[in-house]
């Protein structure tokens, strides 16, 4: 079964990045009542590795877990959007955004995929069982 929790990296520092995640909280409550958000603070300054890494840390009982940092506007039908993806690669890395020119040409194509090594982005959905080893 497919199912995931989020996290999402938070600087509360700045009031456009407090409007930001009560935006996502809100529209992740509306899509998905049941679906369990953290919000991982750096209110000490730590800094985005050690907030990320904290943000990994907070997966619970599910096959997988979406980091999202807290600059983000979500699509329409996100919750929904992220269980298709995750059904479609339930054994990969999946960066929901990147911003290279691979991603321009798959769209030229008309292709919805691409395969890139060293991922990583803003919004990040992690097959659990990858998170530990990952972090040793």
């Known amino acids: 079964m497919i199912d995931f929790g989020i996290a999402i990296q938070h600087t509360p520092h700045f009031a456009n990045r ?22 991982i603070k750096d209110i000490r300054g730590d800094g985005c590795w050690p907030t990320h890494r904290r943000a990994l840390l907070a997966a619970r009982d599910v096959s997988h877990h979406l980091v999202l940092q807290d600059d983000l506007a979500l699509c329409r039908d996100f919750v929904a959007s992220v269980k298709e993806v995750i059904t479609a690669r339930p054994e990969n890395l999946i960066a929901l955004y990147a911003n290279t020119n691979a991603v321009h040409r798959a769209r030229a194509k008309r292709e919805r995929w691409i395969e890139k090594p060293g991922l990583c982005g803003p919004a990040m959905v992690w097959p659990k069982s990858w998170i530990g080893e990952f972090l040793d």
């Open 18 to 39: 407090r409007r930001w995640v009560e935006t996502m909280v809100s529209q992740l409550r509306e899509e998905s009542p049941e679906i369990r958000v953290d919000i």
